[in-house]
C-alpha cells in the first residue's frame, strides 16, 4: 500500500494523514512517498513516526519514499531531524515497495 | 524589504497555512531566495503549531495567534505570540518536541519569552541571503 503526499502538509492535514495511514495499516507493507509533498513539519514527521512505531508493534513494513526529486523544502526537514536515520528511506517507489513487506524493526534493535 | 505584516488569527490547525502563505506572499515580494524563504515558512509554521497545540490548551475556548514580520531588507525579524499558559512542561505532549529545536536551527537568532501580560512570545531572525554556514 502506497500513501503519497503531494502538496503542503502541517498541522491542518496531519489528522487526515493519519487517517490515511491508519486505514492502511492492514497491509502487510507501506510506504509513504513524499516525492510530490512540497512541504512537511513535524507535526507530520510525527505523525510518520507513530505509523512507524505501529508498523513496528504489529509486524508490519514501513518505508519512506525520498530522493534527490524530492522539493527541498521536504529534504531539509527530513535532513535537521535525522528522520531518515530513524525510518527506512528509499530513493525510488519500487525499490521501497519491495522493501516493504519485510517487517519494520526500530533502528535500535536491528 | 520594507514590508510588514501584522496577522492577528485564531489558534487553530487551520490556520497556521495560512499564516504560511501571508509570509511567503511578503518573502516573494521581496524576492528572497528559495533556500532562505523555506526555512523561514518552516520556522512560522513551528511556532503557529506550537501555539495551537499548547498555548490555550487549559483555555475554554481557544485565543489568538499574534504575528509581526518586519525587515531592513537585510534581516527579517518575525514574532509569533499567544495570550496562553505561557511555558510550562508537558508529559503528555501530542508531538515529537521538534518545534523549537527546528526553529533555532533554521533561523539566525530565536527567542522565546514569556510574554508581557501572559503567554509566550517567540522572535526569530533571519539573514535574507542564505550563508554557507546556515545549519
Redesign the interface.
Known sequence: MVVALAG?H???S??ALRRSLDEAAGSPGMVVDLEMAE?V???I??VL?QAFRDACANGRGFVLVMGDQTP??VR??VG??RLDQVLPTLPDRQTALAAALTPAAAVDDE | MSDELDLVLASS?????VV?QAVRGLLDAASVE??VA??V??AV??AC?NV??HAYRDASAPGEIEITASSDGHRLVIAVRDRGCGLSPRIDS???G??LP?IA??SDRMEVHEADGGGTLVTMEFALAASADR?
Not at chain 2, 490547525?13 to 497555512?17: H, K, S, Y
Open positions: 503542503e502541517d498541522l491542518s496531519a489528522e512541504f513539519d513535524s507535526s514527521l510525527g513516526v527541498a523544502p531539509r526537514v535537521l531531524t | 490547525a487551520e490556520n497556521v497555512p504560511r528559495d533556500q523555506g526555512d515558512l518552516l509554521t513551528e503549531t495551537v497545540r501530542p508531538g515529537l521538534l518545534g527546528v536551527a533554521v545549519a
